[in-house]
């Protein structure tokens, strides 16, 4: 078992992605990645992609903990009822004037997420029980809800997003598309933050959320290290790591679905190839896993 940071590379500026194939999204698994690769403290410079262990000033606490927990079947208690504070954005990111597809791709996500919100609230209580206080462990219940009720639907128009009520109301049937916006929209309303990215890999295409885990790396790690003693029989526990112009790092848990990357648990394999990144203040984002 491994905790793992893919990290991120500088974005090239030349990128261009292709569209989204709705006949291939969702049935192209992601390349398996090496568990066991580079294991390094986060402290130390990060090479374009790594998968971490914990930190070795935990090792006589989370990671001894996080090994007791492998065994078990049931999750382990809620590391912190806090949600970090929102993300900070570089501000010379917002006077960029994306192309017009990535413009429309980006409106159509924020539409979906931001429907429907009396449903949204309604249908977060039928999943957790609550109307506040919401930690890791809720997000781990919507995840599990969402993946356990989804129906494939393929979506003959790529360019037409459902919003958010609607999938509900349709009993959790969509695509990727659908999926990532369902589940934002969700993790949202409780008051996480989330992005959506969309990825290419020779002429397949998927979209899938993350959900953002702050820039603590401790913080982030104690999130990690209740992922995988909710989930005992994941491999690996995999997030994002966001590098902002100071060299601060922000740490994004893959929340794809079980259908995609095969894992049934968040922190699952990525779906490898070029990605853009869609954030909920229309800040877009390219890269290129490697």
């Known amino acids: 078992m491994s905790i793992g940071l ?76 806090g949600i970090p504070d929102v993300p900070t954005y570089s501000e010379e990111k917002s006077i960029i004037v994306y192309p017009k597809e990535y413009r429309l791709l980006s409106l159509n996500f924020q539409r979906g997420i931001g429907s429907g919100s009396e449903k949204i609230a309604s249908e977060i209580f039928n999943i957790t029980g609550k109307t506040s206080g919401y930690d890791i462990k809720d997000a781990c219940d919507v995840f599990d809800y969402v993946n356990r009720h989804w129906k494939y639907r393929y979506d003959e128009n790529a360019e037409f997003f459902f919003g958010a009520a609607q999938t509900i109301n349709d009993g959790y049937k969509g695509d990727c598309d659908d999926y990532s916006i369902v589940v934002s929209a969700l993790l949202r309303n409780m008051g996480f933050n989330t992005r959506i990215v969309t990825a290419t890999n020779e002429g397949y295409g998927h979209a899938y959320p993350e959900l953002y885990i702050g820039d603590n790396k401790e913080a982030a790690y104690e999130i990690l290290g209740y992922v995988h003693g909710r989930y005992p029989y994941a491999e690996s526990i995999l997030c994002s790591g966001r590098e902002l112009e100071g060299g601060e790092i922000q740490y994004w848990l893959n929340f794809d679905w079980s259908g995609s990357n095969g894992s049934r648990h968040p922190g699952g394999a990525y779906f490898e190839g070029a990605e853009v990144i869609y954030y909920p203040n229309g800040l877009i984002e390219f890269r290129i896993r490697t």
Do not use: C, H, W
């Open 6 to 81: 893919a990290s991120v590379p500088s974005y090239p500026s030349g990128f261009t992605a292709g569209r989204i194939d709705p006949a291939a999204t969702d049935v192209t698994p992601a390349s398996d990645q090496d568990s066991e690769a580079s294991v390094k403290d986060m402290q130390d410079s990060m090479p374009d992609r790594i998968n971490s262990s914990l930190p070795e000033e935990a090792a006589s606490g989370e990671r001894n903990n996080i090994e007791r927990n492998k065994g078990t079947s049931g999750p382990a208690d809620p590391v912190s009822s």
